[in-house]
């Protein structure tokens, strides 16, 4: 008796994009800091082909305030020629905050005080 089977469902499928564990560190560190602040509560980790997020919520219900993406290298390439393409984006609200080449350069965006805007 023989069966039919389909290459696409054995084919290997891309590797998802993970942080590394110095990265995770990092990226824990400064949730645990901001959490003892109550100025965070959850956070959620997405891990893809394309590209590794780390979402900050404030409440679980919510929206996240901040994505902290690794991005690689074929979403750097689908970009547009004039943003600089780095590895490292942070977005708060559809808003691109920070882009850079390392997380250190990235994650320095949450040390500058952040001010309230009321609208």
Not at 9 to 35: I, M
Request: some cysteine; hydrophobic content about 35%.
């Amino acid at each position: 008796m023989t069966t039919v089977v389909r290459f696409s469902d054995h084919r290997r499928k891309p590797p998802y994009l993970h942080f590394t564990r110095a990265e995770l560190n990092q990226l824990l560190g400064l949730y645990a800091g901001r959490v003892r602040k109550g100025e965070w509560r959850d956070y959620a980790i997405h891990l893809g082909p394309e590209a590794a997020s780390f979402m900050v919520f404030r409440h679980t219900q919510e929206n996240p305030l901040f994505v902290i993406s690794k991005l690689g290298a074929g979403k750097a390439r689908a970009r547009s020629q004039n943003i600089r393409q780095g590895q490292y984006v942070v977005v708060s609200r559809q808003h691109k905050l920070c882009q850079g080449h390392s997380l250190d350069d990235v994650l320095g965006i949450f040390d500058r005080p952040m001010k309230l805007v009321t609208g």
